[in-house]
T-cell receptor, first 118, second 113 residues
């Protein structure tokens, strides 16, 4: 149980284009989903927190108009990087938290999406 | 000063040795403590979860929390090359909105055959 998937696993795009990354909780309902960014050999940096049906809450310094987050259902959240530039190249990881009926209901992470902007 | 401090390593140990990892923190409100393992270019995987102070054991892994010292530890016994990964500590308080976690920097562990 507690499986989170991400799609795509790796995407290469041209500068100026938009890229959508999907995050799905496969076997539980995720009331809250988190989006992180991770640069090589660095820890996770939280970008935003989203609750199903609500607007996402962005961390300080994260541009909400550039990183659009939609949490339309209890099993799906999407992150759209708009007008991507080379500095947006990074490893994007989502996590999901929900009522699993277990003692632990902490965040379970997806496998990550590697974005390369040329 | 960061809320959670963790030595980034790398920490290199021979196969079969005990790996000892730790984090310190400054926020006394933290009550939930986690250890995640992350292989290169993969998402973090939850290894251990501890509430408040005490020890917890799961197979070769032992997690310890000392709230009086604001110090948590993870021990890996009989380490294997497959344990080579980055280990992240994470923690939160009881009232953190939506369960937002504070992460350490992660310690890179290398277990040599």
């Amino acid at each position: 149980g507690a499986v989170v998937s991400q799609h795509p696993s790796w995407v290469i795009c041209k500068s100026g284009t938009s890229v959508k990354i999907e995050c799905r909780s496969l076997d539980f309902q995720a009331t809250t989903m988190f989006w992180y960014r991770q640069f090589p050999k660095q820890s996770l940096m939280l970008m935003a927190t989203s609750n199903e049906g609500s607007k996402a809450t962005y961390e300080q310094g994260v541009e909400k108009d550039k990183f659009l987050i939609n949490h339309a259902s209890l099993t799906l959240s999407t992150l759209t990087v708009t007008s991507a530039h080379p500095e947006d190249s990074s490893f994007y990881i989502c996590s999901a938290r929900g009522d699993l009926g277990l003692a632990v209901n902490e965040q379970f992470f997806g496998p990550g999406t590697r974005l390369t902007v040329l | 000063q960061k809320e959670v401090e963790q030595d980034p390593g790398p920490l290199s140990v021979p196969e079969g040795a005990i790996v000892s990892l730790n984090c310190t923190y400054s926020n006394s409100a933290f009550q939930y403590f986690m250890w995640y393992r992350q292989y290169s270019r993969k998402g973090p995987e939850l290894l251990m979860y501890t509430y408040s102070s005490g020890n917890k054991e799961d197979g070769r892994f032992t997690a310890q929390v000392d709230k009086s010292s604001k110090y948590i530890s993870l021990f890996i016994r009989d380490s294997q090359p497959s344990d080579s990964a980055t280990y992240l500590c994470a923690m939160r308080g009881p009232t953190d909105s939506w369960g937002k976690l504070q992460f350490g920097a992660g310690t890179q562990v290398v277990v040599t055959p």
